[in-house]
């Protein structure tokens, strides 16, 4: 299979492109500097010429608190540079899978969110992902699918686990937020994850997160028990829980987001793995862990 990745450098699509050179799939993978999504004819070109299979846009905006400053911007990726690859898709019969975010949703409520539970954003990221969902659907209807995931971190780019580690090496003490719960998720299995779905053709929206829930605070407590096996520093660095309204940022978050993953289950007939294992898995590449 051809695929070409937009977001190849980021976080996710860094691990979408290793995990699919190792599975021997072809890969194109411009980088911004090469191409800008939000430039519809730059996407239409590099499509045309490519002819890919698959399309995976893992390219987004993801500066949550700089977005409520940022719209315009935000949205000419989020919505309108979505929007350009998805016609891009339309124009030489491929299809796409289009990554987003829990942050669709305003997380008011207690129990796992569904593919079809109501939408709404409490931010401009929140939205402007939103926006792209549909965009996207709409032009490709069932040659799109759309995977929402959450709280992602992985070895490449900044991430919580990252800022924890490098806080509890320089710290006597960092607060964390006790009162929002999600489910962390390993941008290694995520990548997995993707590319089995891009082999299935599966269309729709789909939830792809490790399964379990947890407060930023208690992930934050589990990375510190980790890495003070480690690091003299973080054995003395405390945790404290603080609410989220002690931690004021410029974008609202959601208190409760944990994605309920059954359909994906039910899609690739095996379970997520747990945040835990995610964790392990990530911990170990950084040199913390045996996997
Ligand atoms: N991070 C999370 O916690 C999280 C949670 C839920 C969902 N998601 C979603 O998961 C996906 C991947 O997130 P991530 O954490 O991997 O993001 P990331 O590390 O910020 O990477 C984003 C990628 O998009 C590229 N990009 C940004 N603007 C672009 C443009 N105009 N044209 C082309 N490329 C552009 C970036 O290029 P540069 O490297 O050149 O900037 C980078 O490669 C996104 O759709 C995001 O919304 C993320």
Same mark, same amino acid.
């Given at each position: 299979?051809?695929?070409?990745?937009? #977001?190849?450098?980021?976080?996710?699509?860094?691990?979408?492109?290793? %995990?699919?050179?190792?599975?021997?799939?072809?890969?194109?993978c411009?980088?911004? !500097?090469?191409?800008?999504?939000?430039?519809?004819?730059?996407?239409?070109?590099?499509?045309?010429? =490519?002819?890919p299979?698959?399309?995976?846009? /893992?390219?987004?905006?993801?500066?949550?608190?700089?977005?409520? !400053?940022?719209r315009?911007?935000?949205?000419? &990726?989020?919505?309108?540079g979505?929007?350009?690859?998805? %016609?891009?898709?339309?124009?030489?019969? =491929?299809?796409?899978?289009?990554?987003?975010t829990?942050?669709?949703?305003?997380?008011e $409520?207690?129990?796992?969110?569904?593919?079809?539970?109501?939408?709404?954003?409490?931010?401009v990221?929140?939205? !402007?992902? @939103?926006? *792209?969902?549909?965009?996207?659907?709409?032009? @490709? *209807?069932?040659?799109?699918?759309?995977? %929402?995931?959450?709280?992602?971190?992985?070895?490449?780019? &900044?991430?919580? &686990?990252h800022?924890?580690i490098?806080?509890?090496?320089?710290?006597?003490?960092? =607060?964390?937020?006790?009162?929002?719960?999600?489910?962390?998720?390993?941008?290694?299995?995520?990548?997995?994850?993707?590319?089995?779905? #891009?082999?299935?053709?599966?269309?729709?929206?789909?939830?792809? =997160?490790?399964?379990g /829930?947890?407060?930023?605070?208690?992930?934050?407590?589990?990375? @510190?028990?980790?890495?003070?096996?480690?690091?003299?520093?973080?054995?003395?660095?405390?945790?404290?829980?603080?609410?989220?309204?002690?931690? /004021?940022?410029?974008?609202?978050?959601?208190?409760y987001? &944990?994605?309920?993953?059954?359909? @994906?289950?039910?899609?690739?007939?095996?379970?997520?793995?747990s945040w835990?294992?995610?964790?392990?898995?990530?911990l /170990?590449?950084? $040199?913390?862990?045996?996997?």
């Amino acid at each position: 299979m051809k695929i070409l990745l937009f #977001g190849a450098s980021g976080q996710l699509g860094h691990e979408i492109n290793s %995990r699919a050179l190792d599975l021997e799939f072809e890969m194109i993978c411009p980088v911004q !500097s090469e191409l800008d999504i939000s430039e519809e004819a730059q996407v239409l070109f590099l499509a045309e010429r =490519s002819k890919p299979d698959l399309i995976i846009n /893992a390219a987004a905006y993801t500066a949550v608190d700089q977005a409520e !400053s940022e719209r315009d911007l935000a949205f000419a &990726v989020n919505r309108d540079g979505a929007a350009a690859v998805a %016609r891009a898709a339309k124009r030489i019969g =491929s299809r796409m899978i289009h990554i987003s975010t829990d942050y669709v949703f305003s997380g008011e $409520g207690n129990s796992p969110l569904r593919e079809d539970s109501p939408t709404a954003p409490l931010n401009v990221y929140g939205l !402007s992902k @939103l926006e *792209g969902e549909q965009a996207v659907l709409s032009i @490709l *209807g069932q040659n799109a699918l759309i995977v %929402r995931t959450s709280s992602l971190h992985g070895r490449h780019g &900044v991430n919580f &686990v990252h800022t924890m580690i490098k806080l509890f090496k320089e710290r006597e003490s960092v =607060s964390v937020v006790r009162d929002q719960v999600m489910s962390p998720c390993w941008a290694g299995w995520l990548a997995e994850v993707v590319l089995d779905l #891009g082999r299935i053709a599966a269309s729709g929206v789909v939830h792809a =997160s490790c399964a379990g /829930a947890v407060s930023w605070y208690d992930f934050a407590q589990a990375i @510190l028990e980790s890495v003070q096996g480690k690091d003299a520093q973080a054995r003395r660095c405390r945790l404290e829980p603080i609410g989220a309204d002690q931690f /004021a940022r410029p974008a609202r978050r959601p208190r409760y987001s &944990v994605l309920d993953c059954s359909r @994906l289950a039910q899609l690739l007939g095996r379970k997520p793995i747990s945040w835990q294992e995610g964790l392990r898995a990530h911990l /170990a590449e950084l $040199g913390y862990e045996q996997r």
